[in-house]
């Protein structure tokens, strides 16, 4: 089992930065793939950014190209998102999640091919 906290979250103009971050228990969260979804009021969660279990691999929605990063240290058990330039659109409920199984191709993209959630930060962008 995993369990998965995220941070950072905040309230920021339009064009600035934050950082989040995911942190889990379980010793074997080095092994997982992680990802970072977000969900707008009244939308279903949409991926935003992908990590392979190493951090040699990234995935990134078309929308943040660019200006998010996410990376990782698996000797803290920490998942990061870089986000810049932020946009109103950008705002959301920001959850992390994670899959014990590689994960191939369009299956990063998925939610349904992450089995470990965390409750969420929220960001909110002012234009």
């Known amino acids: 089992q995993v369990q998965l906290v995220e941070s950072g979250g905040g309230l920021v103009q339009a064009g600035g930065s934050l950082r989040l971050s995911c942190t889990a228990s379980?010793?074997?969260?080095?092994?997982?793939?992680v990802g970072w979804f977000r969900q707008a009021p009244g939308n279903q969660r949409k991926f935003v950014a992908a990590?392979?279990?190493?951090?040699?691999?990234?995935y990134y929605a078309d929308s943040v190209k660019g200006r998010f990063t996410i990376s990782r240290d698996n000797a803290t058990n920490t998942v990061s998102l870089q986000m810049n330039g932020l946009k109103p659109e950008d705002m959301g409920v920001y959850s992390c999640?994670?899959?014990?199984?590689?994960?191939?191709?369009?299956?990063?993209?998925?939610?349904?091919?992450?089995?470990?959630w965390g409750q969420g930060t929220q960001v909110s962008v002012s234009s």
């Open positions: 999640a994670a899959s014990p199984f590689a994960l191939y191709g369009s299956s990063w993209y998925t939610r349904s091919a992450y089995d470990y």
């Open positions: 379980g010793r074997t969260f080095s092994t997982y793939a």
């Open positions: 990590i392979n279990w190493n951090g040699e691999n990234s």
